[in-house]
T-cell receptor
């Protein structure tokens, strides 16, 4: 069975603080993909990153960075110098090739950045 | 930019009514998906389709059906709406991959209330 756990339901930080959103997954497969999505108050999920299981390099995109560690089955997301516009619900998801591209989403982490 | 549109942002229906939710994408994606989103439960897959007239059940198909007569359009049907189907409904689309999984692009969502 596959499962994605986002243990942090809600997080609040003060603007300019760094924040890390945790994502832990369970799978027996060796080939899989992990994703992060952002859902701002407007409601539309926005794709942030895709990572396959064979690529463990960390990724940085501006203030966003992702730490993929297969040894701990984690794919954590860090926002550096948070801004009010980062306030949103963030979802981590797991999927496999050849399964119709079905995604398995975590329950999401609601991030509030306080000005 | 990929554009996924949904026919309504807000919808109020009565118990027992037949409800149609429409989704259209303009990027020639093979895959289309319907999710419902409820607080604390994340996104749950209702149905998906990888080609015209093809459909696959997701995790919670009971009480729903779908239709895909054209590649760009994927409809979700609530045959007889019930109050427990009050939820946010999200449509998504993606490219089809055999040995790779592509990101899904989401519409703005339809908030359905069944009274």
């Amino acid at each position: 069975a596959q499962k994605v756990t986002q243990a942090q339901t809600e997080i609040s930080v003060v603007e300019k603080e760094d924040v890390t959103l945790d994502c832990v997954y369970e799978t027996r497969d060796t080939t899989y993909y992990l994703f992060w999505y952002k859902q701002p108050p407007s409601g539309e999920l926005v794709f942030l990153i895709r990572r396959n299981s064979f690529d463990e390099q960390n990724e940085i995109s501006g203030r966003y960075s992702w730490n993929f560690q297969k040894s701990t089955s984690s794919f954590n997301f860090t926002i550096t110098a948070s801004q009010v516009v980062d306030s949103a619900v963030y979802f981590c998801a797991l999927t496999y090739p050849n399964t119709g591209n079905q995604f398995y989403f975590g329950t999401g982490t609601s991030l509030t950045v306080i000005p | 930019d990929v554009k996924v549109t949904q026919s309504s942002r807000y919808l109020v229906k009565r118990t027992g009514e037949k409800v149609f939710l429409e989704c259209v994408q303009d990027m020639d994606h093979e895959n289309m998906f319907w999710y419902r989103q409820d607080p604390g439960l994340g996104l749950r897959l209702i149905y998906f389709s990888y080609d015209v007239k093809m459909k696959e059940k997701g995790d919670i198909p009971e009480g729903y059906s779908v239709s895909r007569e054209k590649k760009e359009r994927f409809s979700l049907i609530l045959e007889s709406a019930s109050t427990n189907q009050t939820s946010m409904y999200l449509c998504a689309s993606s490219l089809f991959g055999l040995a790779v999984t592509y990101e899904q692009y989401f519409g703005p969502g339809t908030r359905l209330t069944v009274t």
